[in-house]
């Protein structure tokens, strides 16, 4: 007897049959024709070399064998019939699911206590954890469900992974409140040529979604006004609140800091700070799953309000 030979539709006709005592009516509860059912019969037989049923005055009798298999057959269909119809409802409130995202080491300053918040007061028994994972390779991290999703300077192009735009973004220069451009007006944009004069500080963490930072001052060719490189972008209030230094952040984090901090912030030119894409990404194979959709919806809730004015 092979199992991978058996034709597993016919189990439901094994059930079927043990559970009305009748070919003529296990037929009828399948949607079968009589014909088509003793066929089903006599390929079962064939394939477990025993009757099954046997004919009694009462109808069918299930066969020894029959009584073990038929009713552990029949659990198993209706506990799949359960699983496949039942629907899969997502409560916060009470649920334990688990997801992880990926964020840089900015991404989990300006993102992460949000969204602990929004679960600590919505699902308070659900759990969320980071893992660095570097943007190229995010996709693939999407498609092993190494995360579930991710919140970056992101541009998915790989088949499966599906995105969002929740806001557009600018970097901005950031100092403390005392310092002033070496020459000019201290207006609030600064030229090309007061930027070149200052001495900055950047962020070069190993893996960011801002590596576009140091993109830009060496399009700009100004590489070489860095004079102190952090690992974390956590390093650069503190850095530039007790020095003459300047550091380049994004936009959001500038406002965020200057909310704790006694910092100033300076526009930078617009030749020089292009507008990027901050996106929500995710893979399609979660995209109907409600867990899923809720944590995705928290985050549009959370961080997407700036889309419509973009």
Known sequence: MNFRQLDLNLLRVLAAIHRSGSVTAAGR??????????????????????????RSPSGLKPTRLCERIAPEVQA????????????DDFD????????????????????L????????????????????????DVPAALESREIDFAIGILQPRHRGVRADLLFREHYVAMTSARWRPANGKAG?????????????????????????????????????????????FGALPELALNTDLLTIVPQMYAANVCERLDMRVWELPRTVSPNYDVRLVWHASTAQDPAHQWIRSQVHRLFGRMQAAS
């Open 76 to 87: 198993q269909l209706q506990l799949l019939e359960a699983t496949l119809t039942e629907r």
């Open 113 to 136: 206590p949000p969204l602990a918040l929004a679960l600590r007061q919505q699902a308070p028994q659900a759990h969320l954890t980071n893992v660095s994972v570097a943007a190229d």
């Open 188 to 232: 609030r944009t600064l030229s090309a040529r007061q930027l070149a004069e200052a001495a900055l500080v950047v962020a070069s963490p190993t893996a960011t979604f801002h590596g576009s930072v140091e993109q830009m001052l060496v399009r700009m060719k100004l590489s070489d006004r860095i004079v102190l490189r952090a690992r974390h």
């Open 92 to 111: 916060p409130a009470h649920s334990e699911m688990r997801w992880r995202t990926s964020l840089s080491d900015l991404g989990e300053m300006m993102f």
């Open 29 to 54: 509860a399948l949607a079968l024709s009589q014909p088509a059912t003793s066929n089903a019969l006599s390929r079962l037989r064939d394939h477990f070399r025993d009757d099954l049923f046997v």
